[in-house]
């Protein structure tokens, strides 16, 4: 059932977050330059903001287009990819009280040399991840706090996922490849590959345990075997646009791309774990 209806004053052009509380929900938007008169498509970058239940906010942020975030744990502070008017990219952290910029994670640059593509925070808050493409593409992670590099790892194609299992980071690359980093207290020097699947990879969730993934491609949605490397069985034939496990792993929601958007088509499917 629809627990509650939000206005979004703009066109939204990214994936909304929620802080770790539930009390903030962020969507970054090209708002209207006048509310008033929407068809004359003159719009500006900004971000909406506020509880889920209402009432929202919208805040101009200059030249700086938000894109893909993450709220780090705890705060109402969120490390989001930006992008300026010259088209270059980069990953900062941003005071949504404040509407202030702050730590570049990623310098600023043209996609054709680095990209970022996707981000995560490990649960305690203090390491970030961030998967890149262009010529750079791979995974680099830094400490939150001082905006430090800690490591790196190349691949040979654009990063299309990257998530936190614990003290472990799993990401994903547009090839198939499916690598696995221990960052703990013994942390490896270098990502692992874990398997090589034949389905390119677009976007991919990972189960809380570390044992099994939802990986979405061209050809529909599959779900991993991480333990005896291998795709399991296929979920959809539908491309899906984003994949998110409960935080308890008993269910995983895949909203799907639709290509005829009547009411009845779903756009969302929620699977539930069940026993053999």
Request: proline content about 5%.
């Amino acid at each position: 059932r629809v627990l509650s209806t939000l206005l979004i004053p703009g066109h939204n052009v990214h994936p909304s977050l929620l802080s770790s509380d539930g009390t903030m929900w962020v969507q970054a938007v090209r708002g209207y330059d006048n509310p008033a008169r929407p068809d004359i498509y003159k719009t500006h970058p900004a971000l909406v903001y506020g509880s889920p239940k209402g009432p929202l906010t919208l805040k101009k942020t200059g030249s700086a287009s938000l894109g893909k975030g993450v709220f780090l744990p705890g705060t109402r502070q969120a490390v989001f990819i930006v992008s300026d008017k010259r088209r270059r990219y980069s990953v900062r952290s941003y005071d949504v009280a404040r509407n202030k910029l702050s730590t570049t994670y990623v310098r600023p640059a043209k996609a054709r040399r680095r990209v970022p593509t996707d981000l995560a925070v490990s649960k305690d808050g203090k390491i970030l991840a961030v998967g890149l493409g262009g010529k750079e593409s791979g995974t680099v992670f830094y400490d939150v706090e001082t905006g430090a590099k800690l490591g790196s790892h190349a691949t040979g194609s654009e990063v299309t996922s990257v998530s936190f299992v614990g003290q472990e980071l799993l990401f994903s690359d547009l090839d198939g490849r499916i690598y696995r980093w221990k960052l703990g207290n013994k942390k490896e020097r270098s990502a692992r590959l874990l398997m090589k699947s034949r389905v390119r990879i677009l976007t991919m969730a990972v189960h809380p345990s570390g044992a099994s993934a939802i990986i979405g491609g061209m050809s529909g949605v599959h779900l991993v075997d991480l333990h005896n490397k291998k795709v399991r069985r296929k979920l959809l034939r539908s491309r899906a646009i984003d994949i998110r496990f409960s935080d308890d792993g008993n269910k995983v929601a895949i909203g799907t791309q639709k290509s005829l958007q009547l009411a009845k088509t779903p756009s969302v499917f929620v699977f539930v774990n069940s026993s053999p």
